[in-house]
């Protein structure tokens, strides 16, 4: 079991910056790829970014692609998700995402692990 525990959303004005960090737990396989949705009011959950474990490969949407950034910190077990350049659109609950292998699919039910999910709420 891995247990994925979420930290850094808040209300930010458009055009602001927030980093949301991840912290994995548990039956941490190395070889694990990490990753980040999200699901705003009234839609289905979207995928925004993800890494392999060894930070070799990313793969982003095209929405965020150019202001947000996805890293790890393997010593800590730690992915965050740099989010620059924030708009209206990008509200939403933010879901940490972990998956065996190297895969870097966009399909959420493809993950194996999931966090609790931190909100973010840009104003306009």
């Known amino acids: 079991q891995v247990l994925l525990v979420e930290s850094g959303g808040g209300l930010v004005q458009a055009g602001g910056s927030l980093r949301l960090s991840c912290e994995a737990s548990?039956?941490?396989?190395?070889?694990?790829?990490m990753g980040w949705f999200r699901r705003a009011p009234g839609k289905e959950r979207e995928f925004v970014a993800a890494?392999?474990?060894?930070?070799?490969?990313?793969n982003y949407a095209d929405s965020v692609k150019g202001r947000f950034t996805i890293s790890r910190d393997n010593a800590k077990n730690t992915v965050y998700l740099q989010m620059n350049s924030l708009k209206s659109e990008d509200t939403a609950v933010y879901y940490c995402?972990?998956?065996?292998?190297?895969?870097?699919?966009?399909?959420?039910?493809?993950?194996?692990?999931w966090g609790q999910g931190t909100q973010v709420t840009v104003s306009s």
């Open positions: 995402v972990s998956r065996t292998g190297s895969s870097l699919t966009v399909i959420p039910s493809l993950y194996n692990y």
């Open positions: 548990g039956r941490t396989v190395s070889s694990n790829s």
């Open positions: 890494i392999t474990w060894g930070g070799t490969s990313t």
